[in-house]
């Protein structure tokens, strides 16, 4: 079936065999203004402003399997299919994944909910999952007329990083992940060394949400694989300080 919502915030679906066939019986109405539908495995996840629901195929057609009215989220373009049955992205309670029945919310750096909670809904565009990675890029504090900035959270090691970047979309194909501005090119790439930067942005180790302090040397572990050998590092602080070593 083709799902997709219109402008009155109704969601209609077609026929399974008149593939695009859309009839006015075949609608649904959600408890609240859906914002993303994410297919997931045989089921279809609507997440809406303040509810959640989940429809699967029935004898009879579609069919209402679970309806969350207390979880929902503004920023639908913020959410992918992490597994079968599973979806992950930013609720309004933070984020977290969701199986149809219940709520797993992740820890979030304070610094972090900062960079998102910046962030218009309408900077955030696209999120993707590529491999073990979680990736949105925002627009953070206006600074840029596009987006600045690319959250990443690693599902495997329940780490969040920030990379400086400005692309409006992102796509996994191979190995790679390709990077969409206004030109297609290779943002990361598993298992390469030879990029020649990468700027990871940092506020420091924050020991509680009062106190935070800031970094003052910055040392590198690579593994004994790296082919490439690094003359200097140069590390700049937001405050214009830099330091060469």
Avoid at 64 to 77: A, H, T, V, Y
Avoid at 83 to 97: A, E, M
């Amino acid at each position: 079936r083709i799902w997709l919502v219109d402008a009155e915030g109704i969601v209609w679906y077609s026929d399974m065999v008149l593939f695009g066939q859309f009839r006015s019986t075949q609608q649904i109405n959600p408890y609240s203004s859906p914002q993303a539908l994410l297919p997931a495995g045989d089921r279809l996840f609507v997440v809406c402003e303040s509810s959640s629901e989940v429809w699967y195929e029935s004898a009879n057609g579609p069919a209402l399997l679970e309806q969350d009215i207390e979880n929902g989220s503004r920023f639908g373009s913020t959410f992918v299919v992490v597994g079968d049955g599973v979806i992950f992205g930013l609720w309004d309670n933070g984020f977290g994944f969701y199986d149809g029945n219940k709520h797993q919310f992740v820890p979030v750096p304070d610094y972090i909910k900062g960079y998102y909670l910046a962030a218009d809904s309408e900077d955030v565009k696209v999120a993707k999952k590529a491999g073990s990675k979680y990736m949105l890029p925002i627009r953070l504090g206006h600074e840029t007329e596009d987006n600045n900035v690319i959250i990443i959270y690693d599902f495997g090691i329940n780490k969040w990083f920030v990379v400086e970047e400005t692309v409006n979309d992102i796509h996994k194909f191979h190995e790679e992940v390709i990077g969409v501005d206004n030109s297609l090119y290779i943002l990361f790439r598993e298992g390469s060394t030879t990029y020649p930067q990468a700027r990871i942005r940092t506020n420091g180790f924050t020991l509680s949400p009062q106190v935070q302090q800031t970094l003052s040397d910055i040392a590198l572990v690579m593994e004994p694989s790296s082919a490439n050998e690094t003359d200097s590092l140069t590390v700049k602080s937001e405050y214009g300080v830099e330091k060469t070593s």
